[in-house]
């Protein structure tokens, strides 16, 4: 089994950043995609972002492009998810999740295991 706990989230003003962790234990795969999705209230879960093993490759959707980074510490069992320039349409729950396949996917139903999220407020 592989637990996932997320932090770093709070309140901020527009154009301010925030930094999210997500600490894995348990059996976490060294191979596995780390990814991070949001929900917005009234909205479905969506991508964000996602990081392969190595951290060597990243995959961004479109709105996030240029303001926020992903990045691992697999020494930590850690992704982390930085959040630059933040909108108030950036408003949601955030969760990480982890994709024991290879290969970046969007989906949900492509990860396998889930945090509980954090809350990210962005007042305007």
């Known amino acids: 089994q592989v637990q996932l706990v997320e932090s770093g989230g709070g309140l901020v003003q527009a154009g301010g950043s925030l930094r999210l962790s997500c600490a894995a234990s348990g059996r976490t795969f060294s191979t596995s995609i780390m990814g991070w999705f949001r929900q917005a209230p009234g909205k479905e879960r969506e991508f964000v972002a996602a990081?392969?093993?190595?951290?060597?490759?990243?995959h961004y959707t479109d709105s996030v492009k240029g303001r926020f980074t992903i990045s691992r510490d697999n020494a930590k069992n850690t992704v982390y998810l930085q959040m630059d320039s933040l909108k108030p349409e950036d408003t949601a729950v955030y969760y990480c999740a982890i994709r024991r396949n290879v290969g970046f996917r969007t989906e949900l139903y492509e990860y396998d295991y889930w945090g509980q999220g954090t809350q990210v407020t962005v007042s305007s």
């Open positions: 990081i392969n093993w190595s951290g060597g490759s990243t």
